[in-house]
């Protein structure tokens, strides 16, 4: 996996980084972080609008967060016209207003679940693998039930786990994630290859049984301009592999 280093540069509009423009790595510095956090992911976070400080100009970096507020987290992140989403019905009973179009985008994207048929779990603390299942729908993965196989966390950790998806974060995989490492998810989910999935096989449906072929899961790759910019080789084929901070922000995510 590749790394932004200090000399990130963030050629973004002046709307994509919420009216401050950030160049050569600079952003505002929050009183509340200090070098025994991820500095560097919480400025990543910070331009390009995905996670902010409060009024009082702290980050809160040791503060758990929540499945609510890991909506806002993914919306943000992956650009999601959440105003589309306020009076989108959700199966789930037990989300706040100010989260609700928020869920609703992310749920209706397929980035996220309830932890029930009808409840969401607003106000649990999010966990390290709940929160890099949601990233890892971001990048292509986990399209499929099938995916699951018997077990979800351990799919997900083991997943998660082969694209580096956990670099520099301490936190174990079924504890809850503070805002300091939720920004480091972040970030390596960023600089991390976006994913097609290729179904092998039919469906077959035997009573209340759905047996899926096998899906295989092959890298993004282009030739464009954009999948340059965080590149580090060409491929054989003369195309690059495509990292979700690409094809978000159209190349501007540079290294």
């Known amino acids: 996996m590749r790394n932004l280093k200090r000399a990130l540069s963030l050629l973004l509009s002046s709307t994509m980084v919420l009216g401050m423009m950030v160049m050569g790595g600079s952003a505002m ?9 991820h500095e560097e992911a919480i400025a990543v ?81 999010v966990t390290a693998v709940q ?23 351990i799919a997900t950790i083991k997943q998660a786990s082969s694209i580096d998806l956990f670099n520099d974060i301490d936190t174990g995989v079924t504890e809850a994630l503070t805002r300091d490492s939720v920004a480091q998810l972040g970030l390596n989910t960023l600089e991390a290859t976006m994913v097609q999935p290729t179904k092998n096989g039919s469906t077959i449906i035997v009573g209340d049984i759905t047996i899926t072929g096998d899906v295989e899961y092959k890298d993004i790759t282009s030739s464009a301009d954009y999948a ?23 190349g501007s995510l540079k290294i």
């Open 131 to 153: 929160a890099s299942l949601m990233m890892m729908k971001a990048l292509g993965y986990f399209q499929y039930q099938s995916d699951f196989g018997s077990d979800w966390q």
């Open 29 to 37: 510095r929050y009183a509340d972080v200090n070098s025994n956090h």
């Open 45 to 125: 976070m910070q331009a390009v609008g995905v996670m902010i400080g409060d009024e009082n100009g702290n980050f809160n970096p040791d503060q758990k967060v929540t499945r609510a507020e890991m909506a806002v987290v993914m919306a943000n992140l992956l650009g999601l016209k959440v105003d589309d989403y306020k009076n989108t019905t959700i199966p789930f009973t037990d989300v706040p207003d100010w989260a609700a179009p928020y869920v609703a985008a992310c749920y209706s994207n397929g980035i996220t679940s309830g932890t029930s048929a009808t409840t969401y779990g607003s106000n649990e603390l």
């Open 228 to 250: 340059k910019a965080m590149a580090d080789k060409v491929l054989e084929d003369g195309k690059y592999a495509v990292q979700l901070g690409e094809k978000l922000f159209n």
